[in-house]
């Protein structure tokens, strides 16, 4: 069954195309996605972009201390989708905070995490995913063993790329300053999860 769909409603994601079947939000958005890269192509930009696991895409290497990151997906501008694989090499995470514009969705690669969303907590092994809805209070930490991996993806990517820009030139997790955290569109509310 083909369907159509164009801007969401108060301010979300504009997407533009036909898809075949439409259950899970996110299975539109990747069908669309690979749409939209085939049919939108820059002279600068090859047709495919292949990337290793833990490759950046501008072949650059951005720590936070505990982790490191990988731009997976860079979006041409601010409505579009960014992703990125983070890489966990001790147990740990963020501060606590919401977006004011952003889903964030998590996709684990490789280890195990714990997360709050909300009043909900969850504990997430290789291959599962869960969404954080804008506006809603998260926090997450690696508290596997060995290593973890996962993918995130911010929908629509905001400010985010700017903002892990600027933390990882410290190579240390993001500073609980509450200014640098709303110049990038989203609150701090507190201290990382304890881990042990």
């Not at 939108?40 to 936070?64: H, I, K, N, V, Y």
């Given at each position: ?152 993806a911010f929908l629509p990517a ?39």
């Amino acid at each position: 069954m083909l369907g159509k769909i164009g801007q969401q409603n108060g301010g979300g994601l504009w997407l533009t195309g036909r898809v075949r079947s439409c259950h899970k939000p996110f299975e539109c958005f990747l069908v669309l996605e690979r749409r939209e890269m085939s049919e939108s192509r820059s002279s600068d930009l090859p047709a495919a972009l292949l990337l290793a696991a833990g490759a950046d895409r501008f072949g650059e290497q951005r720590g936070l201390g505990i982790s490191t990151i990988a731009f997976k997906v860079t979006p041409p501008n601010p409505v579009d989708p960014l992703i990125l694989e983070n890489t966990f090499l001790a147990k740990g995470g963020p501060a606590r905070h919401l977006h004011y514009e952003q889903e964030e969705w998590f996709y684990i690669l490789e280890g195990e995490l714990l997360f709050e969303v909300g009043v909900e907590r969850f504990h997430l092994h290789t291959g599962e995913s869960l969404l954080a809805p804008r506006q809603v209070p998260h926090v997450w930490a690696f508290v596997g063993e060995a290593r973890g991996r996962i993918l995130i993806a911010f929908l629509p990517a905001g400010k985010m790329e700017a903002f892990f820009r600027e933390v990882t030139r410290a190579n240390a997790m993001p500073p609980q300053d509450p200014a640098l955290w709303r110049a990038h569109g989203m609150e701090l509310l507190g201290p990382p999860l304890p881990v042990a």
